[in-house]
Each structure stands twice: as C-alpha cells, then as structure tokens.
C-alpha cells in the first residue's frame, strides 16, 4: 500500500492528509477530512452527487483521485456560505422548492456555482445542459432548473 | 385551484391549502449537513461487498470461501445456503 501525504485547500483552509494512492478524492473528503456533505451515490461517475470544485473546474470526485488534488483548490458544500450567511444558490432552491430528499442538492448547488462563474446569466436550456451530469432521484428537475434561474438573477 | 397571481397572493394569505410552505430540514440539507445513513459513523462498523459471478450466463455449481476468509479484516463471507432461512 503506497501512501502520500497530499495538501490543498479545502473550502478556502489548508489541509493535509496522508492518503493511499488508490485512494479517491471523495472518499478523502468524506472519511478523512469528516466533510460529509459531498455524497457517493454511484461511485461510477454517473449520477454527480459527488461533484466538488477543483481549481476552477466541476470535477466527480468519485472520478478522480485524492493525489490529483495535492497543491489544489477544493471546494464542497461546506464552503458554499460565507459567515453563517447562505449563497444566493442556497436560498434559492429552499424559495423554490429545488430539493426533496436532498441528496443530490450537494452536487446541484456546487455545478450550479461553477456554471454560473462560466456564465452568469444561462437561459433554462444552458442550465438543463450544464447541469446534465448531475441527476436527481427525485426527479425534481423543474424546480432545480427554477432555482438556478432565480440565483442567477440575485448574483 | 386558481393559478394566477391574485389567487397566489389569496392562498398565502390563508395559509391554507395550495400555499408553499417554507420546509425546516432544506436549510441542513443545502449546507451539507444532511446527516444521511452513509454519513452515520458507529464504532466497530463493518463494510459489505458484493461478489458477483463473472460469467455472464452460467450456473453456479460452488462457491469458495477460503481465500476470502483468509485475507486480514475479513469478518464473514455468506452465501445463500447460510441466509436462506431468513
Ligand atoms: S458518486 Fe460520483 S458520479 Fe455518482
Ligand atoms: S432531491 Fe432527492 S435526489 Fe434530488
């Protein structure tokens, strides 16, 4: 068993941690550094509820692994409010109803972050395209799509 | 039930049937702090896997255990025959 000691940052603080090589970021995120807010759902990159941002990018941390986050910048869930105060994301999909459940609402809100870095103002298609890695068991699609529509227009 | 704004407006008010209720658990669940049955860590618990057959059409004539066992951490390997009075 190899083991590395990998550090990057994690929602904006420095971690390090020492990680097998096989390991993957999720499993890290998860079980070593205690942020149980990104979920597994597949473990096969299909269904995006693990999807956290790595240096700018939405990336399935169950599709990559801890070591290609060393020197990174991560962030989850966690790091999406600022002093307690929510994202304008985050408000948005309790006002519009864009969760059930609520397992898959990690990895919407953190691809909804990055789609609307890439672009601030997506029409209702761009929004179903850019969030077409990300399902939602509950099947909740319209009032996700919603959601993101109305963070856009308060961001 | 009416769908225009006014209609809205009415059924808020009452807060009656048709209005949207704000839900107490979306706040924990958009911050991640959902606290799901895979997020729940108890001391001393183990980890199941499931061992398919590699063939894709075949009949299963035996299953051996023995290496499995063997590895270090391996608690139980079960099979029908030891589940199947369940
Ligand atoms: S758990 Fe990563 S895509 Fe499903
Ligand atoms: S809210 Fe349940 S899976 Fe999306």
């Known amino acids: 068993m190899i083991k590395k000691k990998i550090s990057f940052k994690l929602n904006e603080q420095e971690v390090e941690v020492e990680v097998e090589t096989r390991e993957l970021l999720a499993h890290v995120i998860r079980e070593q550094l205690g942020k149980t807010g990104t979920h597994i759902g597949c473990d096969t990159s299909h269904c995006g509820v693990c999807t956290v941002d790595l240096n700018g990018n939405s990336v399935k941390s169950c599709t990559i692994l801890a070591v290609q986050a060393d020197g990174g910048e991560v962030m989850t869930v966690e790091g999406l409010a600022t002093n307690g105060e929510l994202h304008p994301l985050q408000q948005a999909f309790i006002q519009d109803h864009g969760l059930q459940c609520g397992f898959c609402t990690p990895g919407m809100l953190i691809r909804s972050y990055r789609l609307l870095q890439e672009n601030p103002s997506p029409t209702e298609e761009e929004i179903r395209v850019g969030l077409s890695g990300n399902l939602c068991r509950c099947t909740g699609?319209?009032?996700?799509?919603?959601?993101?529509?109305?963070?856009?227009e308060k961001m | 039930?009416?769908?225009?704004?006014?209609?809205?407006?009415?059924?808020e008010k009452l807060e009656g049937i048709g209005c949207s209720r704000k839900r107490k658990e979306d706040p924990r669940f958009v911050q991640g702090k959902g606290n799901y049955v895979d997020d729940v860590k108890?001391?001393?618990?183990?980890?199941?896997?499931?061992?398919?057959?590699?063939?894709?059409h075949a009949r299963i004539i035996s299953i051996n255990k023995k290496k499995a066992l063997a590895l270090k951490g391996v608690h139980a390997v079960y099979s029908l025959p030891m589940i199947s009075n369940l």
């Open chain 2, 1 to 11: 039930m009416g769908t225009t704004a006014e209609d809205i407006a009415r059924a």
């Open chain 2, 42 to 56: 108890l001391p001393g618990t183990l980890f199941a896997d499931m061992v398919r057959s590699p063939y894709a």
């Open chain 1, 141 to 152: 699609y319209q009032n996700i799509v919603k959601a993101v529509k109305t963070a856009a």
